[in-house]
């Protein structure tokens, strides 16, 4: 079956919203991924990676649906990461582990180039 692009009413105004949404989300997992890398406390760490991943269960349930598949596909493959981080054997030691740092580092980027290619549908800042 071929895919069709999404023509429901109102998909449009969905999808703007999502990519503002996208906006937001993309700074604030930069900022979660930084502070969770800097820093020596397990708890921040610990506690930045799990807002992080709260976010991209955010994006990975939305994204597909409006037609950003690689974006969905890479927010779920990096949240399992996290929830093998947290429920891993280093849970209780105080590292982000630069695999992990680097993943997001990469989603960060797509986010980026995501909002890059459809300027027309974000108000201006």
């Known amino acids: 079956m071929m895919h069709q692009k999404l023509t429901l009413p109102g998909i449009d105004r969905i999808r ?17 991924a930084l502070t969770a890398w800097e820093s020596y406390e ?3 760490i610990n506690g ?3 807002l ?3 976010l991209l269960h955010q994006i990975a349930g939305t994204a597909g649906s409006l037609g950003f598949e690689d ?7 990096i949240e399992t990461e ?14 982000c582990p ?20 459809h300027p027309e549908t974000l108000e201006p800042s």
């Open 71 to 77: 974006l969905g596909n890479q927010a779920r493959s």
């Open 52 to 54: 992080a991943r709260t």
């Open 98 to 117: 630069s695999p992990l740092f680097f993943q997001l580092d990469s989603f960060v980027q797509l986010c980026q180039t995501v909002l890059d290619a």
């Open 82 to 95: 996290i929830d093998a981080h947290l429920a891993g054997p280093d849970a209780d030691l105080a590292i």
């Open 42 to 44: 397990l708890e921040e």
């Open 16 to 32: 703007s919203r999502f990519l503002e949404m996208l906006k937001t989300r993309q700074i604030s997992i930069a900022e979660y």
């Open 48 to 50: 930045s990676l799990t």
